[in-house]
């Protein structure tokens, strides 16, 4: 992939920014134009960088796993589900977006293979430590994923982080070793 000019790439983190937020208020079904007014650019560099919904939902999602697999060198297993869990009810829109698409759907596919990816070191150093059940495979740990994604009931965010936080007490009992 050829670099992108630093103006044009401001531009993208611009519209990635915008649509964040936007989808975090407004919810996945906002109107892009609302994006296009909070990033403060037109509808054809919209266009241009991200040609539907979709595109800009998985560039959105590009983004918070790379962060995700950036900080997860320095994480054990549980330390790791929780920044997980903190990603999910920080930003609700994308996981509804994810949740709502068909489980065979390549994007789905490929963002469940992601994250089971992302747990390979830290199971494998939980297991050979005995810090976890040793029946435990990457496929549970992205089921204890979409588990946490439950708590996006709450009302307001700080509530959703107080769910989240109680749901990865109750699975840690599940998880850990005995």
Same mark, same amino acid.
């Given at each position: 992939?050829?670099?992108?000019?630093?103006?044009? @790439?401001?531009?993208?983190?611009?519209?990635?920014? @915008?649509?964040? *937020?936007?989808?975090? !208020?407004?919810?996945?079904? @906002?109107?892009?134009? &609302?994006?296009?007014?909070?990033?403060?650019?037109?509808?054809?560099?919209?266009?241009?960088?991200?040609?539907?919904? *979709?595109?800009?939902? !998985?560039?959105?999602?590009?983004? *918070?796993?790379?962060? &995700?697999?950036?900080? *997860?060198?320095?994480?054990?297993?549980?330390?790791?589900? !929780?920044? &997980?869990?903190?990603?999910?009810?920080?930003?609700?829109?994308?996981?509804?977006?994810?949740?709502?698409? !068909?489980?065979?759907h390549p994007a789905a596919k490929a963002?469940?293979?992601?994250?089971?990816?992302?747990?390979?070191?830290?199971?494998?150093?939980?297991?050979?430590?005995?810090?976890?059940?040793?029946?435990?495979?990457?496929?549970?740990?992205?089921?204890?994923?979409?588990?946490?994604?439950t708590a996006l009931r709450g009302e307001?965010?700080?509530?959703?982080?107080?769910?989240?936080?109680?749901?990865?007490?109750?699975?840690?009992?599940?998880?850990?070793?005995?």
């Amino acid at each position: 992939m050829t670099q992108l000019r630093s103006d044009a @790439a401001l531009r993208r983190d611009q519209i990635l920014d @915008a649509a964040d *937020a936007v989808f975090s !208020e407004r919810g996945i079904t @906002a109107p892009l134009d &609302l994006v296009v007014t909070r990033a403060g650019v037109g509808r054809a560099t919209l266009y241009r960088n991200f040609p539907d919904r *979709a595109a800009l939902v !998985e560039a959105l999602f590009e983004r *918070a796993m790379a962060q &995700l697999e950036a900080a *997860a060198p320095g994480l054990d297993l549980f330390a790791l589900i !929780e920044q &997980l869990g903190l990603n999910i009810v920080g930003a609700p829109a994308l996981a509804d977006y994810w949740r709502a698409l !068909e489980p065979g759907h390549p994007a789905a596919k490929a963002a469940r293979e992601r994250v089971a990816r992302l747990f390979r070191a830290p199971l494998a150093s939980s297991l050979a430590r005995r810090r976890c059940r040793a029946d435990l495979r990457p496929a549970d740990l992205v089921l204890v994923c979409g588990m946490l994604g439950t708590a996006l009931r709450g009302e307001t965010p700080a509530r959703r982080r107080t769910l989240v936080r109680r749901a990865l007490a109750l699975l840690q009992g599940g998880v850990a070793a005995s």
